[in-house]
Nanobody, 127 residues
Framework: QLQVVESGGGLVQSGGSLRLSCAASGFILTHYATAWFRQVPGKEREGVSCISTDGKMTKYADSVKGRFTMSRDIAKKTVHLQIDSLRPEDTAVYYC????????????????????WGQGAQVTVSS
């Protein structure tokens, strides 16, 4: 069964940091283009960051540039999102998503391009 699982969410004070992790079962996540999205109730799921299949391209939403860093651990076959300088408006459920290289290998913040999705990790930032 092909699955993606996020971990590392939690409650943090404004200005604090969190590190989200994403792992997969049934496939090697670091062979896939992957992305992080987030969603708050009543709003569209928005792209936060992505990394291409070859790992050479990353992209960030304007609202998180300079604060969020996406990376991959090739040895552990995991993907991470380091979130610094957290703000209350970063409160959301964060989702990890992946797409097979045969379908798409670039880095785009378009949720329609991604096939495998995790269940989400809640990040809550208190002011």
């Amino acid at each position: 069964q092909l699955q993606v699982v996020e971990s590392g969410g939690g409650l943090v004070q404004s200005g604090g940091s969190l590190r989200l992790s994403c792992a997969a079962s049934g496939f090697i996540l670091t062979h896939y283009a992957t992305a992080w999205f987030r969603q708050v109730p009543g709003k569209e799921r928005e792209g936060v960051s992505c990394i291409s299949t070859d790992g050479k391209m990353t992209k960030y939403a304007d609202s998180v540039k300079g604060r969020f860093t996406m990376s991959r651990d090739i040895a552990k076959k995991t993907v991470h999102l380091q979130i610094d300088s957290l703000r209350p408006e970063d409160t959301a459920v964060y989702y990890c998503a992946a797409v097979p290289p045969a379908m798409f290998g670039l880095c785009v913040l378009d949720k329609t391009q991604y096939v495998y999705w995790g269940q989400g990790a809640q990040v809550t930032v208190s002011s």
